[in-house]
């Protein structure tokens, strides 16, 4: 069978002064895709984000397997949010099976994930800092980020790529005398991401350099559809663990950070923030955690899901919501697999910000968008 | 739901800004034969406005869906930003039933303006034709975009374009996004484009 | 002090010469400006060789002083050439012909 | 020791800051569209400027033309002549530019190039010293390469400043391989002492000389648009922006003159040289293609260009015959006045139309006298003046010029024909002024009068009254001609 | 089996080894020693102890040092010891190689992590050998459609430049390689070809983000230049003089930064942006344009460049030791050398028949000329590093705004301090010195 | 040696002149115009003027050659090797110089100057400042107006109007 | 003035950091300190023990060769190859034993949830490199060693930053 092949990238014929650059794959300014950047002088006429260099199908892959060996595949797309990228589809699985969760479970859960959030934002951090020339702020968060993982791994027992989400719980219970490592880590770590103050978000270079640029107003970030840290920072106040709490994240007291500028350094500030809320909740998790119990209900070995429904769950990951549309047949294996991923909603806003900036905000910008490429091509 | 105001004022620093008080944890008990009230009241503002056009397919808690068939899914869609609130579309997924010889195309509808439908999601789904042997661009998988309602949309129809080859009429860049240039196979996501081994 | 002043001012002539014979035979406009630019350094070196052998110093000072007006006049000429360039996509003074008598 | 209140530093002063605070105020402002107000400020500036060199004559504390001072700079009637003249004609232009600059970009560079280039000219004139002379030439010439680019959209004015740059950086390239002769030679360079050192010049240095004072020649006659040197002139006069065709025709060009009467005339007459011939054979060919080839110009921008250089040729008459004839150089200054008035006048006239109806070619003129009845009126005074018709100023000016043709006739058996080629040219040049004026009045019926810009209106009435007055009563500009005039010709002959 | 790593063969290990010390010895057989008798022919010849110094005698002293004393001495005398060792390029490269340890070791400190640790025995402190290895043994590419003689060229000029600046900068009283008359504007002359064979560089790449890179580096350099000249005018007024060392000279008392701080902030942020050092990086901005003008360079060419910029770095830094910190003035901390020492001379092993005179090789005030100057350079020099370690990367609008406006302004305030200091009679050619 | 580096430095200068004009590559030719004014700054050395001569190379060298090779690569690739071959204007060129350089070189070697040399100390660099300050200083001023004018104007021109404008709107 | 302070307090909190504590670990001489032998399974609760997933432990006197991690393999990774073994054991009627290659586990630890029998674990040994790729591939004779992993430096909090010990 032949298919014609439908328009795919065409550059265009474009004026003689205007300079194509392709930004990325190889370029250390993109991650893995590439963006193919008109340049007028320093300033950028146009812009057109090429993603799908990373494009694994995770959804269709999806479709093979059953509800369990999906976990291992479906937190691959972001593996520094491993837990978070899982959530939802877990989430989905148990009103899908029927499951229900016990109490300390669910807390574990919340612990894992903003621990994740946070390893997730520190390595934003990092990357932000180096597309800024900043390289101190690559080495810091990168460093410190180690405690975090430290207690991911005694936690699960793995450093990036956990698996720890099942349906019905958690895989295993916390290690002995986790509570004490976590809290005096914790408390540490959140004392040194204060420290980041003095020498990158009140640098007035850095200040200088990222304030007013890529400014996304309110207006636009709703209509883009974008979430996350991005429309928090130009002043929507959506987070969907206060909005739509799950599992017990309405027992925890849970506030979130806004900004209203829209611009880069907003952007790049509410992370940070948001990072300290995640110390918080995880000190309240803590404390509020039921010290012992089951952490998982047995299930059966290949479960088969509610015939012919559909369900769509969404969690706040570290880069906003972030949703799963499950449909079942009533098989074991799910007949679709959805993922609503925030980089992919937050990428809409990349051609239009970057539109008229000068190309050395091109890396800022863009990474401010809180922008994972690969979980963008799944 | 939640009583918060939208924004914070503007010279707060975000240090000092004093969060928003917590949200009524409301945890609507668990009735199954009753349908939730609230969305309830969503279906029935569409069904109310378009009649027999629309069919709900389920009402469960936060979350209302309502088929549509592929004439009336812009007029459906117009209303929900409009008469709704409705003001963003979160995702847009293809979904492939060879059996039916169909392929229901679903948007995600959320609201961040409307801070009452801050947990609901209105699930959209309409259906366009199937082809056997499709000619992705060129043969009757054709839906009306959804871009000028919601402009959230644009690549997330792209995708939905390369995946299951369904054509969105009036898209304005309807292009490849993910799949590599050269790609000359089925859509991916279709369900006789069948992974290797398998 | 072995040169005699008749060595220099001969460098200088010849530097002249090739000065004129590129404005004569050139239809580049940057060429032209080079040209015009050899011609300037053989005046200078002219001014600095005189005032050597007079002994005075106003030669000197008159090198310093050419040299920073041609450096201004090299500067707007370059800018027209900019302008011109944007307009024509060429440096050829022989192509640009909007003015005809 | 220079006076710090002698007219040149005042002018300096004045202007200087003028135009080095309006870009700055511009950018303090942060508005570019507001052209009205930095022309009102550069206007001001030339009139107080103006005010003040007509204080100094007033107050006389101006020496009559002294020709030679131990300074670079000297305060005397002649430079002061000059500058008046050139004053007018900048004030022509800033007057002229407050319609035509109204939807330009950048104005306040516009009028601060303006009054730079406005002392560079002065100052040629004020300059005793090379080198001084050298950098208010260059300080005349490159805002003008500017300014005559300034219409950056336009293509043709970019290659007039294109031509016109290089040229002028040729020009300058000439005059400094002159300087560095003269300099060589008599080891100075003051012109004063240049000149003495000619006079007392070893014969062996004499070709040297020579080349110098040729090389001066080549160099101020570039600018004066000469006939070997003009192929630049109607391309540039053309294509640039009419308000700065003003300034170059009318302004530029007489402070070549200027120069070439500071050294060259006293030069050549200590050199001991026959070079007057040689001269008037310039003048003859510079008034006769002028002329000739303005006949065939269909631009009304083009055939003034033309007869610039026609009037170029006028003026070097009474350069040529100055060492024979005390009228020689006063025809040539009082021409020099009058055809700045007359020439700032009808490239004015040209903005107004330009500006009005955006139109420049001859046979578009048509009944202009009903559409622009001020303008046109303005313009034909303007342009009778030039031709040297009777009652007006210019007739008295050429009248002077082919007097002191025939007064020189019993020391140079070819001066009279000087003057039968002047008034030829002058009757030639009629044709084609009567032409225009036929164009305008007695052709077109139907067109309806449009609305004059307020400032072309002022600027014709100045002109008229200026020309019609001293057309009529001549004496007093006469008088300030006779006292600006430099005498050499018969005093410094060996 | 594998093919990553082949198995390791003593046999073969020798014979490579064996190939070099071959290689080794032919180019010292072929090219040294001729190059060594060349030098001792052509050179002109002291006169040592009555006799004229042929080849001959200079080998047969080889044995005794009292009387190959006086052989250092005379090389020590000529230019080329000048230009190659002391105050020129040996020791201004010796003082790069020390600063980019002192950087890497510094920056990981700071950034909390080792740094170079492995190569060499301690903190790895032969980690830059190791770099520089590499970089000698990786092959050269040239872009195909490259301008090949300019592309070539540039790395070497940019090294030739570099050590032209290095020359002007006086160490010590007297040490310095070229002691013209009007060093300052000497310097000026030199650092205004950075940015041409920067841009040169950059276009005969022929590619796009080098010639971005290019074309950033241009104007940055050229639009620094001006504060930088107008910064140092304050110093050249009251010293009244353009020469270097009569500059260090006029400092005994005080450094000028105590009267003009301002010039020497505004000297200073210009320094670090002609570097191109962070917060100034950005015709190497990593992450807008790949690597900026140095993209297309690999090999040796991008260690020549590298050698140049350190080799810069270090004549930026004396050059601010010299202008504002006082050059080599300092207390006296060098010891006097002994009388019997300077009287006798010294004694030595039992080759030598008796003490013999002639030690110590340098005297008193050069040795701590040196030693001040040294330790204010290595001060000045940290500083120049540590920006790279706390700040983010400017923009270009950024850096022109601060150029063009800000630095320029105190340029002209610093000269008017200077003027004022002059007229007050306070300071300058004709006051306090 | 005198006159071996006079020889060279001639040489060097006439012969990148030539260069500069007749080089197919414009970059090329700018760099060999480098070249000339670098010669040109070496006579100055030999004639112990090295105020001038370094004032040379910081000024032409430095900032002069950069701003034309920054204008000729903005002008396109194939722009920059165009050659336009026109015999007979070429031919009349070099005659028209030939003519020049002989006449002129005649009148020098005729004329006095040809025995002129000298042996006193030459004009120090401090005469020049002093004579900038007292003689010169109205001319000095004129030169400041001159550089003043001259970079606003062309900044001027070469600022591009119709992109600010185009992309301020987006 | 607003520039200038927020200027000198990046310097001075760079500064400050030049003595504090570096946070690295030296790798091939420390290792980090895992909370137990790794992480286990226990089949009748349904809940795991946390530890390390590192390389896999066989216990031969267990395993009955029932393939269920394999097949919880398969869906994942499918590095769980059943091998033939020689030795005859009792419960093993099939005489089959996983054999594992680590070029394709992603240490999920899905087959270790799926074995009944508590015959596979999962040990703290993580350094698994090889020059080849057959180098990888551990049969059950392999997996039946137990590793020895060196575990000496844990983080540490003190005031002048946290370390590795």
Known sequence: MTFTLPPGLALQKVDERIMTLNVGPQHPGSGHMRIIVQIDGDYIVACDPDPGYVHRGEEKMAEYRNYITNIPHLERPVIHDSCNVLYPYVLGAEELLGIEVPERAKYVRVIASELNRCIYIMYWLAIYGIFLGHSTMFMWPAGDRELLIDLMEKMTGARVTHAHFVPGGVRNDLPPNFEDVCLRQVNYFEKRIKEYAAVFYDNPILIARTRDTGVLSRQDAIRYGTTGSVLRASGVDYDLRIKEPYDVYDELDVHTNVMNEGDSYARSRIPWLDMMESCNIIRQALQKMPKSGSVRTKLKPNPKGKGLDSVYKRVESGRGSLGCYIVSDGKTEPYRVKLSVPSFRNLIALPNLLKGEKLGNMPSVYWSLNYWPVEADR | ?198 | MTSELVDFTLVSVALLGIGIYGLAVKRNFIRMLFAVEIIINAANLNMVAFGRFLPHSGGQTMALFSIAIAAAEVAVGLSLIIVAYRMYQNVDIADFRSLKG | MIEITSTPLVLIAILGTVGILLPIISIARKEQGSNSFYAVIAFAALIVSMGYVGYQFYAENIASSALFSEDVIVDDAFGGFFAIAMLIVAVFTTVGSFNYMRKHNSPAVYYSLILLATIGMVLVAYSTDLIMLFVAWELMSIPTYILVGYMKKNPSSNEAALKYFLFGALSSAIIVYGISISYGLTGSTNIGEVIQGYSTLDPSLLPLALLSVGMFIAGFGFKMGLVPFHQWLPDTYEGAPPTITALLAAATKKAGFAATIRIVVLGMVVLNLDWTLALGIIAVMTMTIGNVAAIMQKSISRMLAYSSIAHAGYILIGLAVAPHSSLGLQGSLYQIMNHAVMKGAAFIAIVGIVTTLGVTHIDKLKGLGRRMPITALGMIIALFALAGVPPLSGFWSKLMLFGSALDASSALWWAPWLAIAGVLNSALSLAYYGWITRKMYFEGETEKRVVEPKSVIAVMIFSTIFLVGFGVYPEPLIKFVEFATPVISLGLMP | MSVIAPKFKLSEFIKSLLDNVFWIILILVLIGIPAVMMILFVIEMPVINGELLTPFLALTWIADPSRILPVVKAFMATDIFRVMAFPGFGFAALLAAGTIFVERKMLAKLQLRVGPFYCGKFEGILQLMGDGLKLISKEIIIPAKADKPIFWAAPVLFVATAAAFVAFIPVAPGWVVADVEMGLLGVFAVIGFFPIITILSAWSANSKFPFIGGIRALFQMVSFEIPLILSLLGVVMLTGSLNLSEIAASQSSFPWIVFLPVGAIVFFITMLAELERIPFDLPEAESEIVAGWLTELSGMMYGLVQLGTYLKLYAFAGLFVVLFLGGWNGPMVVPPFPVELLEKGIEMGPITAGPFPGLPLFTQEMLNGTLWFVLKTVAVIFFILLPRGVFPRIRVDMLLSLGWTKLIGLAFVNIFIALGLLYAGVLGPGGLQ | MADAVFLALAVITIGSAIAALELRSLIYGSIALMGTLGGIAGFFFLLDAPFVALFQLAVYVGSIAVLILFTVMLVKRELIFKKIEDKRRKFAGIGLMLVIMVSLGAVFLDSGIKTITTDEPAPNFRDIGIDFVTYYWPALILMGLLLAGSVTGALVLAKREDVENDQRAS | MGTATGIIRALNSGIKHIATKRFTLRYPEEKLKFVGDGYQFDPSTGVGIAGLKGRHMLFHDHCTGCQLCSIACEGVAEAIAMVKVPEEQKQNKKSIMPQIDYGKCVFCGLCVDACPFYALYMTNDYELSSFSKEGLIYTPAQLQVKPYVAQDSEIQISDRGATHG
Do not use: C
């Open chain 2, 1 to 198: 739901m939640s009583t918060e105001t939208e924004i914070p004022p503007a010279d707060a620093k975000p240090e000092v800004a004093t969060p928003p008080p917590k949200p009524a944890a409301k945890k609507p008990e668990e009735t199954p034969v009753e349908l939730p009230a609230f969305e309830k009241s969503i279906s029935d503002k569409i069904v109310e406005k378009f009649g027999d056009k629309v069919e709900v397919g389920f009402v469960k808690e936060d979350r209302v869906r309502i088929n549509v068939g592929r004439e009336n899914v812009h007029e459906v869609a117009e209303f929900i930003r409009d008469g709704l609130n409705y003001d963003h579309v979160e995702s847009v997924s293809g979904v492939d039933y060879p059996q039916d010889n169909e392929i229901e195309v679903v948007y995600h509808i959320g609201s961040y303006t409307d801070s009452s439908l801050a947990r609901q999601i209105l699930v959209l789904a309409t259906r366009a034709q199937r082809e056997t042997n499709p000619i992705p661009g060129n043969d009757a998988t054709r839906l009306p975009t959804l871009r000028d309602i919601f402009y959230s949309v644009e690549f997330h129809e792209r995708e939905v374009f390369e995946m299951f080859g369904v054509f969105f009429e009036g898209h304005p860049d309807n292009r490849r996004l993910l799949l590599p240039e050269d790609w000359a196979d089925l859509p991916p996501l279709r369900k006789d484009f069948a992974i290797k081994g398998r």
